[in-house]
């Protein structure tokens, strides 16, 4: 179920703020689902999201499904100087009462096979979430664009970024 | 094989050279790569289909990256902040720079998917790819390591390393900067190079 009808009213009257996508069930809460924008011959789209585990006891996400050839949970993993993805086995974990983070040079869903249909700037991408005991939650992710700056690529009107948050941007 | 080996090695001498003999940019290193040449002559395709050359690619300052479009994680982090730094020593500095992107995957890459990739990033970042040959032999030039994860079908992933390269066009390798280097990082210490040109 969605959770954020006053913060998407809020967010009309208050364009320059931006409020939390929110997703709930069970004792989870699955924040901020987003994606990026990708090139119109892409194979690829990328998922972030923020999973909160309110409950006491550990959670599992099992799997994601979405409308395209397959979908992996996967990490990035940097072992010296070589970068790598693997595919997570076996789920990942949501410990009792903690947050686990999807985000960039870390944990991601993997959308493979686009075939043609590229992710577009605040385009929606439903998919599904399926936790072990918790069972399964649709959520949407929202496209941003992939370079929020001046080059006038990338289709927003964001013309005055700030350097100091795009620290904050970059992977740890 | 010998001949070729020998115009490389010629080559790199020629490209480490004036660096060593007085290094106008004591001031801005930040990484030490000692003796060890990086970079050096390529021949690759170009986003239009046609080949060329680093000679033809690197006319002024450029950041140069290897990668992959299919890769959804890492190397659109590195490019999209590479295109962020390009912007702010642009703004910061009026510094205009040039960056490629350079396929490890050309299999798959080809040249409408690598120039469709870059243009995402920056008016200014071009993809290049190649023949699976010339995409080995510039690696090689980089000292750039990649291995494709194959599992049999076209969903197959690339192990990569991820650094990006600071060239000078007829000096060669200045800077490496990883992954953790921010877009302001690797603006203010491109800049301190171009300052010194």
């Known amino acids: 179920m969605k959770t954020d009808l006053f913060a998407a009213a809020g967010f009309a009257a208050l364009p320059f703020m931006a409020f939390a996508d929110e997703f709930a069930v069970g004792d989870l809460v699955i924040s901020d689902p987003i994606s990026y924008e990708t090139p119109v011959t892409a194979q690829t789209g990328v998922g972030y999201l923020s999973i909160t585990n309110t409950g006491d006891v550990d959670e599992t996400l099992i799997d994601v499904r979405a409308d395209f050839p397959r979908v992996m949970l996967h990490e990035t993993i940097t072992d010296g100087d070589i970068t790598r993805m693997q595919h997570v086995m076996g789920g990942l974990v949501i410990p009792a009462g903690a947050t686990v983070s999807l985000e960039p040079g870390s944990f991601h869903i993997m959308f493979m096979g686009l075939g043609g249909d590229p992710f577009e700037v605040n385009e929606d991408i439903p998919a599904t979430l399926v936790f072990e005991t918790a069972g399964e939650l649709d959520i949407v992710f929202k496209v941003e664009a992939r370079v929020p700056a001046t080059t006038g690529q990338t289709g927003t009107d964001m013309s005055d970024i700030d350097h100091d948050d795009m620290h904050e941007e970059d992977g740890e | ?197």
């Open chain 2, 1 to 197: 094989m010998i001949r070729l080996g020998l115009a490389m090695a010629g080559a790199l001498a020629a490209v480490s050279a004036p660096a060593l003999a007085q290094d106008q940019f004591a001031e801005c290193r930040a990484s030490t790569v000692g003796e060890a040449a990086i970079g050096g002559p390529f021949e690759l395709i170009d986003e239009t289909g046609n080949t060329v050359t680093d000679a033809d690619m690197i006319t002024r300052p450029t950041l140069v990256y290897f990668g992959y479009t299919f890769c959804p994680d890492a190397c659109p982090l590195d490019s999209a902040r590479n295109a962020l730094a390009m912007d702010f020593l642009e703004e910061d500095h009026g510094h205009e720079i040039d960056a490629l992107f350079i396929t490890i995957d050309p299999a798959r890459d080809t040249v409408d998917v690598v120039r469709d990739y870059a243009d995402v990033f920056h008016p200014r970042m071009i993809g290049l790819t190649g023949s699976e040959e010339q995409i080995a032999a510039a690696a090689q030039q980089y000292r750039v390591f990649y291995r494709a994860q194959r599992g049999g079908d076209e969903f197959y992933l690339v192990d990569h390393t991820t650094f990006t390269y600071l060239m000078l066009p007829g000096i060669g390798f200045a800077e490496f900067f990883r992954t953790s280097a921010t877009p302001d990082e690797v603006a203010e210490l491109t800049a301190c190079y171009v300052d010194n040109l």
